[in-house]
C-alpha cells in the first residue's frame, strides 16, 4: 500500500519557519509524478499551496505563498519538503502532502491526487 507520513508541523509566532516533511512509502516518485502540499483551515475547504513535477524544477506554487514558501524533494529518500518562512497567521491549518500522477496544469487542485497523508498542524500566532 502507498503511504505519504507528514511531520514537522507545530506551533510558531508570526514571522517564523517551519519545515515539513513528507516521506512516501509503497512507490517510488518518478517523473511525471506531482507530490503537492495542501492545506485546510476549520471551516475552509482544503486548497493547494504548492506542488511539484517529480524529478524536474517545476513548481506550482499559490499566490499567497510565493516567497514564502518553498517545495523540494530528496528522490533517494522518497521524501518531500515543504520549507516555509515569515509565517503568517493565516498560514494556519492542517497541512496535508499528496501524491498521483497529476497534469501539471491541474498540480494544485485536490481531487487529482490520489494518495494523501494523515496531515500536519500547523498553527502561526
Known amino acids: 500500500d502507498v503511504q505519504l507520513v507528514e511531520s514537522g508541523g507545530g506551533s510558531v509566532q508570526a514571522g517564523g519557519s517551519l519545515r515539513l516533511s513528507c516521506r512516501a512509502s509503497?512507490?517510488?516518485?518518478?517523473?511525471?509524478?506531482?507530490m503537492g502540499w495542501f492545506r485546510q483551515a476549520p471551516g475552509k475547504e482544503r486548497e493547494g499551496v504548492v506542488a511539484?513535477?517529480?524529478?524536474?524544477?517545476?513548481?506550482f506554487y499559490a499566490d499567497s505563498v510565493k516567497g514564502r514558501f518553498t517545495i523540494s524533494e530528496d528522490n533517494a529518500k522518497n521524501t518531500a519538503y515543504l520549507e516555509m518562512i515569515n509565517l503568517k497567521t493565516e498560514d494556519s491549518a492542517m497541512y496535508y502532502c499528496?501524491?498521483?500522477?497529476?497534469?501539471?496544469?491541474?498540480?494544485?487542485?485536490?481531487?487529482?491526487?490520489?494518495?494523501w497523508g494523515q496531515g500536519t498542524q500547523v498553527t502561526v500566532s
Open positions: 499528496a501524491a498521483g500522477d497529476v497534469l501539471s496544469l491541474r498540480a494544485l487542485s485536490a481531487g487529482e491526487y490520489t494518495y
Open positions: 511539484i513535477v517529480s524529478g524536474t524544477n517545476v513548481r
Open positions: 509503497g512507490y517510488t516518485t518518478r517523473n511525471s509524478y506531482c
